[in-house]
């Protein structure tokens, strides 16, 4: 029996608005410096349509700042090329026309075309793959579970520096983070993923654990731990083959630290 293909999805992402972002943020500066407008689409307002690019640059080059509709089939990458990484609206399209794509080795997931069809707009999360949903409501909850962490070093500040010495040091001698979450998330096509979502968990412990009046170094070690929790949500579907992979997403989750955010990971 065959086996069964799975259809191939395209998405674009857009600012809030709708607006589709540059191809090129670089020369989206210079001509903006210039004086030049930008010109884009609203993809919100032509959903169910066909549309054309309003100003194409040549196949398939980057030769303005938006020259050709960039759409992608691995969701966790979507993030990549946005200004502002976060947040943005979903659309899910369709290529009419000519396409291309770059070629080689971190490109196969792009395509560009000239003219496009406006199937929906889908939920934001997918951008951060299909664990998007566990991701964003963690973030959600890294506030509370930062002024949770600051209370708890506040109350035990030599404990709390113990745990966190020899957890950190675990993390290191490990490689968990820069190794295991990064490679794991470059074979799953999640980098984007993992990149916006340690920017927004460190932001958000740390804006937390500041206005929780934490010393800055406890804010250090409070930004580290949320990293850290993001990646393990995040590839916790990635990570999981055998005893010792499955002791590494613990430590992402803050196994050993003995606070509330191990009961909530």
Known sequence: MARSTRPVVHYIATRPDGTVPPTCEHLARYYSA????????????????????????????TDKPFSYFHMYTRPGEILERIEEGWPVRLFVVEPRGETGNWGGHYYPYWLMSHQLHVVEETDAWRAFGHRGQQVLHLIDQLPDLARQWAEAWAAD????????????ERVSDTRALDWWAHYRAQYSRRTAALNTADTLARTAAEKAATDANADPDTVTAIRMR????????????????GDHEKSIRALLLGAGLDTSASAAA
């Open 34 to 61: 210039q004086g030049e407008t930008i010109p884009t689409v609203n993809l919100a307002k032509h959903t169910g349509e066909t549309i054309d690019h309003p100003c194409p640059g040549q196949k398939w080059y």
């Open 157 to 168: 500040p030599d404990g709390s520096r113990q745990r966190f010495d020899i957890w950190s």
């Open 226 to 241: 949320a990293a850290c929790l993001v990646a393990g949500e995040l590839l916790h579907d990635r990570i999981r083959s």
